[in-house]
């Protein structure tokens, strides 16, 4: 059909539920269509630099021949968050020759894989991006691999405080992943019930937020609240212990109740919780394993038709594949303050911030 | 903003997943912003003839201020599947106009809101639909309510069945809901690890199953199998005992059970199962309820700008309104044999039918 | 510690979440305490019959480290429901010896392990017990492997089936596992909200489950309902169709449904589902990873004693060892129709049949 | 059956899943089988002294007969962690008296059950106890209301956590619930695959922590690991940042991980996550509706029977009354070092601290 092929795979930057499912499909597909071996590169391009590999076959481990890649999270490749810099460009080709790749398949977010396009121009590169990430700030493509999975599990975490929080009258504020986009906050706040969404894209301030709290006890007789907050949205121009707060040390969440302390003349029961790498974690939904099994796929067959320099990506209930440094160029991809989500989550009563005027 | 309204809201044809957060955010959108009323329409169009509602208010139960509607699976306006039918136009209108309702909202699947399409031309009707099926077949839009979740419900029955497949070396017959359209087979098998799916819109034979299920065991060692059938799929020409099997007694998945047993001269243990009505229940999933409040949103909205006749519809990642006469025209909308999906799930190995040369 | 051992390990009779839990909490403790080796036997005693084994290591598999046995639901050794009979023993005997075994630990249900219970009094044979079964029908333990999450898995089944019976007014008839202990109907039934409950060990008429059903239309307005049957249970005396139905070619699901066709003059939506496989199948339950991660390693412990022809137990918060053969002479353990769970759902306003006078 | 009463119920101390399933089965049983008003006490003895009540009746919610109690977790009747002290006890006889209270059920654990026992000796007054808490700390009884789900939860996030870490090669400590007892943790830890399990009951080194994690790594090949660390787990005599760190500012979670960065020489990813308030939450597992419902029913029947100061227990398969003093003499009932699970963990190569020799 084509020449046989070597074709490296590596998934790179932070895990996320669907990354196994992905080497699966790639595996699958270059195995039982092409013909053609493929083999795991260990951390990301760390394991081109170093030259360490995963076996991986098709079939291969003895669980009574349950392929446990298609529902296990993370990624059994490993990976890393940083050390994938630029300087290490020259190491990187280095490595891809000496495993006598011919082509190679990264998965990663928009920071992993800027690097990766960097490589595009040496000679005999061959690469193809596939997008994941639980922030979903790849532009262009409707869908990543591990969004999916972690909206719902942070709307699961949101049902469980929903019901304490509603026991003992509490605002629990809940710190959600997100440092430069808020989709995450955004859509599990809306699917999880929440009563404010703060995001980095939407400016808010602290009276906003209390003027609200107060009308949902004062008009609705509700006596708790959950408040989404992505780690990234901005302090807020009304806050009176921006001096005292240095963030990461005390976070956005803590910093958030602090001040809702002094919302009223009632004493109200705030805590804080941070979520945490739980929002990476999971078995895979299955949207997540859809799209990952197809952009697997995808992958395969753009390097099997020459293509270089490539993203899958998701657009209008179809797979496509976009020029790379396009997609990077317009990335990260943040929340339109406009957008259909904002709005229906204002239309459900949903404080989400000051739309600018 | 608007003159004030009082708006219906139905639901019709088989429950699913997120009917209720429909509800929701149709009431909250149509209060909280436009401070219109909601009235529930009670068992679709039976409840618009027999003027019977239900009585939808904001935040009105008393669970300590936690909204059921909001991850409550099914629909509390209550449903039915049959008696909608277009012998009853005018008592419909009759009871449309003496429930003084301003404008309907109505969230059905092709075949229920066809009937409603047909009082478009009546004076003083004012309709909008929400596209809601677990079988995914309206034409023209990407998302339907309660489909995402339904495919999660299969893909569970599918691990929870793989397991007990393969430690007892069993070829499992999964019949899944889907009468004319495979998608809930589709997207269920290739993600929750299928061997073969068979839909209604590709023909296949017994013989490739068999000659599919020997090949498992004789190149991977597998010696177990998951099929998964739609209840649609049509029996296939080699099949032996067509004669012997009248639908619905017997059911294509016992028909397929039965086809296989003659397939070796091994012994093969095989059994069929029928999911059935747990496809339409749970708790509705993130995606689900995101497009439901989406849904609802938009619904209120086209309805305050004076439209009627429209759907609204999930198209490249936006919320739009389609004329809901050509979506009708276009639906059922059937799986392409030769969509991305069918092809995914051939890269993976999994036998999918025939395609017609 | 003690002598270096060979110890055998067999799954037996149908599979249930937590078996692999057990084996992974026997090789762990067979291995690191001891120093033992563990050796897995294919297919319960036919694998002794015909000297079939599977290798079995500590965290040999190369999953980054992650143990899939902790949470995979069936068997890596595979099991067989029949074929475990008297007529077999010596040859099972002579696969004991040829694969040179110091002991053996079986996990098995009443009927398997009762077989093995036969081996007792020949020579140089020794045979721990741990009991596993989603029947709960295992006498003198409170706790056996499989039956916590099997429960579970029912209850998620019967929320999904009441949000659908609700929305369409239907009495939904679910048929769940058990032949002749109702344990699983009763724990199920209760804990997932069902109005009537029928199991082996209590008599029922279908003139009282109609009673009950309308008692809940006319006094509690409840327009659905869900029975819960065991597979098991008794044709009600005054069953109109008892001769048109021989089990299992209808069940006692569909024979129930179409009984209560006639309760009323009302006609009523009644349907039957089969839950089928799906009960055995799943990731187990908390519970249940600890019951058998307890029992592996208690089975380990009496081989290290020196014991033979006991079986391991829980009984009034600790592990026990019993004599098989006493466990044996009382199972299979049935429901005592008086016991505080048939009063806890009658409680409830559950029907469950009638007690004897 | 007996003569008419007004019973009120109450829950108290911090919420967890399955006390909405007490009530309903209070309600039920009361209602049905005696015909007995309930009466809901808001916010725990808060309630009583402010004569505040939250009305319960059947089936009293408009969710097409669905009851949401059975599977909501947190309490419809709201509660409190502080302000229940005996300084009140006056004030509460007196509200007690002025709602013309009969009886009074109430549902906490150890610390709240304490001040309602105080009132035992006073006239007039019936009182029986239901135990619930996530710590299982109460004495006497083999199950509590709350605790199965909450090991549920810890299980799965652990479960998210392990593919994370995997993923990283990253040493993830985890801190639960349990200020004086570590049964959560030694549960959870052991259900969960943790690699360390620190509780309170046990002493431990970070020397010997830090010699596990390099076996794991030596012997093993495991470049990951869990430990669990229940948040009143001791600091340990080797700790070098003692001084630094006054719980719970820093939290023993942070202060463990800040002291495995001195393990070795190797840098080790290290990285602490609280889980917070989500233990807590959730919907109630199979067996804690079971236990809910079955105290429900035995409390309503202790005091039909004139029996107070009572609570009921689970031992041996069975619901008993016990006298409530007896059993808050004996509690908290803490983790014994040499029980059968802390064995059960360390022959799983757990480690769980140092036995006093």
New interface residues.
Partial sequence: MTTQKRVGIL?SG??C?G?NTVI??VV??AT??YGWEVVGISYATKGLQEKTT??LT??G????????L???????L????KGDTLAHVDEIMAGYQALKLDALIGIGGDGSLGILSQLQHQGNWQFIAIPKTIDNDVALT?RVVGF?TA???V?D?L???????????RV?IVEVMGRTAGHLAL??G????ADVILIPEIPYTIKDICAHLQELRDR?????AIVVVAEGAHIPDDSLNYAACSKPSCGIGQLIADELRNCSHETIDI?A??L???Q???IP???D??VA??FG??A?DLIASGKSGEMVAW?????VALPLEAVLAKSPSLVDPHN??V??AR???IYVGNLQK
Same sequence: chains 1, 2, 3, 4.
């Fill in positions: 998934t932070g895990d539920p990354l699966r499909a699958s597909h039982l269509t995963v076996p098709l079939h481990l003895d669980l009574r021949g349950i392929d446990p298609l529902s296990m999270g993370g990624t059994i490993g990976s890393i968050n409707e999916d909206v719902n599990t709307v975490a049902n469980r405080l929903t019901f304490t929080a509603a026991s003992h009258d629990m859509h599990a809306i699917a999880g019930g609705w007789g509700r006596r708790f805590r919780a941070v945490g790498h739980i990476r974690g999971g939904s299955a949207l394993r859809l099994s197809a796929k995808a395969v657009q209008n209930g179809e797979v259909y989500l709005e229906t239309s459900l009563g």
